[in-house]
């Protein structure tokens, strides 16, 4: 097989990608449409740019982004490099310079006689001989995306990101949520509050966890959510997403009693605090099999970050609530990895395709520099007739492992403790527990560089 791999691309996963091929001796045709065409969010000409925030996160080894962050600079991340060169102040979180980031990641790809960079827009894969790795990111090109269809079926392409926030379960307060489906939890007009108790103590563990307010609760968390701070979409966005799916903050501004009649509806319930139907009711969803994580049904938003935090920590039982990914709303262009990649990233129905970036299922920078990171060792091993996976106790692999796994309710991900692989024993405080996890992920991190003949 020759030695010689197509990147479609130069965003963040694109040039890490080349970047790590290149550096093992690997021929890369980097293949980038600026500067004669570029999409709705895209202004600069260097490859790599951030078009929304200026943060990497946190840098923190107990937070799961930054664990990401230091198991790519062990692997030798260009990425890593750069936000390290371009890096503002920015207390515990890693920001950078936006333009000096991007330049040194340019300059870096241009620089490197293994990589042949081609400015041209490619509209069919077919066009392409060889390995092909499809790093277009979440706003790809139209024409493109219809080849895509072609390929993979239009059912598993979307193109909007809808997805609610995710808490860690060891943060919910149990004496609050209680287990139900609707209906088969609510006490009977027949049953005492004893009777009523003993038969939900006989129940198994239902689909969903349930989380009751009474009036005033739910009136002071609809206040302060129709009052919390958005964040600004771009133009092109804002009409397709609020036809396709409606914010809860957007929902809640309808009137107070909307939520009630929607994703709050109570009927079906009963509180455990006071043996009544509660006023309100919110629903989780087991986000994995485990029972690690669980989603906010119901509660795609665009409050920012820091808003979700502190508006959603006011629902009773959420008020210490970490959150593992926090909702987002914006036009993002994503195949149903789970259905139709490999753990390497590779098309299952295509050997010679690879997908890296948000287009194959992961959410953010770090993440999509990191798919790109792992498609390219991914490749290298092949060309040595090797097949490797990333171990399921290190945030890469965790990542790998998401993106290649079936889920009826597929949406993009990005680094959090709740999909690494747990620990045989439970630990109670947060801080012990993230920090074994992030111990026990760069030992194998360190273990899998020291098996390998990566440079």
């Not at 990233?345 to 050997?351: A, M, N, T």
């Amino acid at each position: 097989m020759e030695r010689k791999v197509n990147i479609i691309g130069a965003g963040l996963a694109g040039c890490e990608c080349a970047y790590i091929l290149a550096k093992n001796g690997i021929k890369v045709k980097l293949y980038e449409m600026k500067p004669d065409y570029k999409s709705e969010a895209h202004k600069s000409n260097d490859f790599a740019e951030l078009v929304c925030s200026n943060s990497l996160k946190s840098e923190s080894l107990t937070n799961a982004c930054g664990l990401l962050k230091k198991e790519m600079e062990m692997l030798g991340s260009l990425f890593i490099e750069a936000a390290y060169n371009a890096r503002v102040p920015a207390g515990q979180a890693l920001a950078v310079n936006r333009d000096i980031f991007s330049k040194y990641i340019t300059d870096k790809i241009k620089d490197n006689r293994n990589i042949e960079v081609v400015y041209k827009k490619i509209d069919n894969l077919d066009e392409i001989e060889g390995i092909k790795v499809v790093a277009t990111g979440p706003l790809t090109d139209n024409t493109l995306m219809n080849n895509l269809k072609e390929k993979i079926g239009q059912e598993d392409l979307y193109f909007y990101d809808a997805a609610a926030p995710i808490i860690s379960r060891d943060s919910i307060n149990m004496s609050i949520a209680y287990w139900g489906d609707r209906y088969e939890q609510e006490r009977q007009k027949s049953e005492s509050i004893e009777e009523w108790k003993e038969r939900l103590s006989k129940l198994p563990e239902a689909d969903y966890l349930n989380l009751p307010m009474n009036k005033e609760e739910y009136e002071n968390f609809c206040n302060e959510l129709v009052n919390a701070e958005v964040v600004t979409l771009h133009d092109f966005e804002k009409k397709e997403i609020f036809e396709g799916c409606m914010p809860i903050e957007v929902m809640a501004k309808r009137g107070i009693d909307t939520l009630r009649f929607g994703p709050l509806k109570p009927v079906g319930f009963t509180d455990l605090r006071t043996g009544s139907r509660p006023y309100a009711n919110v629903q989780l969803r087991m986000e994995n099999k485990e029972g690690e994580s669980f989603n906010l049904v119901g509660f795609q938003t665009n409050l920012k970050f820091g808003e979700q935090k502190r508006v959603f920590s006011l629902i009773p039982g959420l008020e210490n609530a970490v959150f593992e990914r926090y909702g987002v709303m914006h036009k993002n262009t994503y195949i149903n990895g789970g259905k139709l990649l490999d753990n390497n990233f590779c098309l299952k129905k295509d050997s010679s395709i690879y997908f890296a970036g948000q287009i194959s299922g992961v959410e953010g920078y770090v993440e999509s520099a990191a798919s790109g990171m792992m498609v390219a060792y991914n490749i290298i091993e092949r060309f040595n007739g090797n097949r490797i996976a990333f171990p399921e106790d290190t945030m890469l692999g965790s990542l790998a492992k998401y993106v290649s796994t079936e889920n009826i309710n597929y949406q993009p991900m990005n680094a959090n403790f709740g999909i690494i692989k747990p620990l045989d024993k439970k630990i109670r405080d947060k801080k012990q527990k993230y920090t074994t996890l992030a111990n026990i992920s760069l030992e194998s991190i360190k273990r899998l560089k020291e098996d390998r003949s990566w440079r």
